[in-house]
T-cell receptor, first 116, second 113 residues
Framework: AQKITQTQPGMFVQEKEAVTLDCTYD???????LFWYKQPSSGEMIFLIY??????QNATEGRYSLNFQKARKSANLVISASQLGDSAMYFC?????????????FGSGTRLQVQP | ETGVTQTPRHLVMGMTNKKSLKCEQH?????MYWYKQSAKKPLELMFV???????ENNSVPSRFSPECPNSSHLFLHLHTLQPEDSALYLC????????????FGAGSRLTVL
């Protein structure tokens, strides 16, 4: 079974600063995918970024980048130049790719508050 | 209309009521999911449908009954619920290949009195 751990229940960051949200995972499988989602107060889960376990480069999507350290089983999300609209819950998730199982396993989330 | 749409957005029901949550996706996806999000708990997978066939049932009590009549629609039928079933119920859809990114709806906030 897979497990996702997000050890930061809450984080504060100043507007325009960078912030790193931690995520570690546990799996014995070699082929897996890691995802980050954002959940604003409206409730909708918004996909941010994806990293495959065999991807050699760290994933980037605009202001989001994923610091993937496979040996340490960590997949931290880095948000550069924080904006007030980045205030939300952030969830790390993973899926094992070879089993045919489609659903994602989620961590408990980190609440990010961006301060002006 | 695009994306994943969930109705109703808010629902209050008594323990003896019967109600249904509806999810509709316009993305051409062929897998659909129900997740439950309770306060201070990780998202819990409830059901997975792939090509309209239930492929995963995560030990969900029988008072929750899913229905997937076609690849675009997913229902969650509710009956004789308990107050602890109060939560945000999130529907998602995905393709069945590649990274399998789930696209979520905005959720249905359920309160059981």
């Amino acid at each position: 079974a897979q497990k996702i751990t997000q050890t930061q229940p809450g984080m504060f960051v100043q507007e325009k600063e960078a912030v790193t949200l931690d995520c570690t995972y546990d799996t014995s499988d070699q082929s897996y995918g890691l995802f980050w989602y954002k959940q604003p107060s409206s409730g909708e889960m918004i996909f941010l970024i994806y990293q495959g376990s065999y991807d050699e480069q760290n994933a980037t999507e605009g202001r989001y980048s994923l610091n993937f350290q496979k040996a340490r089983k960590s997949a931290n999300l880095v948000i550069s130049a924080s904006q007030l609209g980045d205030s939300a819950m952030y969830f790390c998730a993973m899926r094992v790719l070879d089993t045919g199982r489609r659903a994602l396993t989620f961590g408990s989330g980190t609440r990010l508050q961006v301060q002006p | 209309e695009t994306g994943v749409t969930q109705t109703p957005r808010h629902l209050v029901m008594g323990m003896t009521n019967k109600k249904s949550l509806k999810c509709e996706q316009h993305l051409g996806h062929n897998a659909m999911y129900w997740y439950k999000q309770s306060a201070k708990k990780p998202l819990e997978l409830m059901f997975v449908y792939s090509l309209e066939e239930r492929v995963e049932n995560n030990s969900v009590p029988s008072r929750f009954s899913p229905e997937c009549p076609n690849s675009s629609h997913l229902f969650l039928h509710l009956h004789t619920l308990q107050p602890e079933d109060s939560a945000l119920y999130l529907c998602a859809s995905s393709g069945i290949s590649g990274a399998n990114v789930l696209t979520f709806g905005a959720g249905s906030r359920l309160t059981v009195l």
